[in-house]
């Protein structure tokens, strides 16, 4: 691990204008995925900012009969508050099928959207990687791809985002509330904050310079059957190859977001229209277009059976 400095940040105006105005800064709050970065030399940053006593770790209700969830509230509370488990019982199911018991302990909520991703050529500083070093090309395209991605990739890079939270908050179109370098603030939809790789893999999310997200609020509950169904190589502890999370009414339609996929949480309302027809419909919509490599073509497969497992599971 490469030297670095460290302070604590104030408030959350004070945390992005350091970020934003000193070069090789970053935010740390948990360090579950930072840290283990910086240890293979992936990530080099100069300077710490922990931002962990900001008090931005409390859940509460909203005006409106959502949740406005604090930044920092770590994924074991949010998963066991009574009000997510009652009201958000998809984000509650995919929080616990993430990481482990101690991870889930010191990660956040805003860690968790802006994890990195798992492609074992990001990892291997010995291999070319336009997300890790923007133009030195792509050692997945061609090597071993069987757990990326199959949909919205493209020539620069074939990596999955591999948050579960991530899945659960699309499907709840759930907003992302953030503050500005220069103190402004902004409101940015869940759908609208990771980015697709196309010719700059490395630029993964929209937020500006020294941006930092302060909360996520979920809008009022919605009415059905909460499922999260993540497919793995084993049974804990472990990356999904595909990941459903849904939310099936009593007529048969509803909502569906697929993990594991593609480089961002993956989700085609026009999909969502072919509910009731049944899963091979679904399916067919959502991965339009998909571009898989021979070793995970599997999973176009792997989405349709899954998929079929969620609606049957909502129809008993």
Known sequence: MRPFTYERATSAGDAAARVAR?????????????????KIEVETPAHLIDVNGLGLDRIEPT????????????NTDLAADKRVRRDYALLSRALVAGASGQLRNKATTAGNLL???????????????????????CAAIGGYSRPLGVIGVSEACIATHPSDMAIA????????????ADGS??????????????????????????????AVTLPRPIDGTHIY????DRASYAFALVSVGAIVRKDGGGRIAIGGIAPKPWRVEAAEAE???????VASRLLAGATP??????????????LDAVLAQARA
């Open 169 to 180: 908050m699309r499907a709840l179109d759930a907003l992302v509330e953030t503050v500005r």
């Open 22 to 38: 000193t070069p090789g800064a970053k935010f740390i709050a948990g360090g579950t995925n930072l840290l283990d970065l910086m």
């Open 293 to 306: 490599t021979r070793e995970n073509a599997f999973k176009l497969t792997l989405v349709e059976r899954t």
């Open 63 to 74: 005006a409106e009969g959502g949740l406005r969830i604090g930044a920092l509230v770590r």
């Open 275 to 281: 509910m009731p027809r049944g899963a091979k419909a």
């Open 115 to 137: 994890q990195r991703t798992r492609c074992p050529y990001f990892y291997d500083t010995n291999q070319p990687c336009n997300k890790r070093q923007p133009g030195s090309g």
């Open 229 to 232: 169904h993540k497919v793995r």
């Open 185 to 214: 603030i902004r409101t940015i939809p869940i759908v609208d904050l990771h980015t697709l790789p196309g010719t700059t893999p490395h630029i993964e999310t929209t937020l500006g310079k020294g941006e930092f997200i302060t």
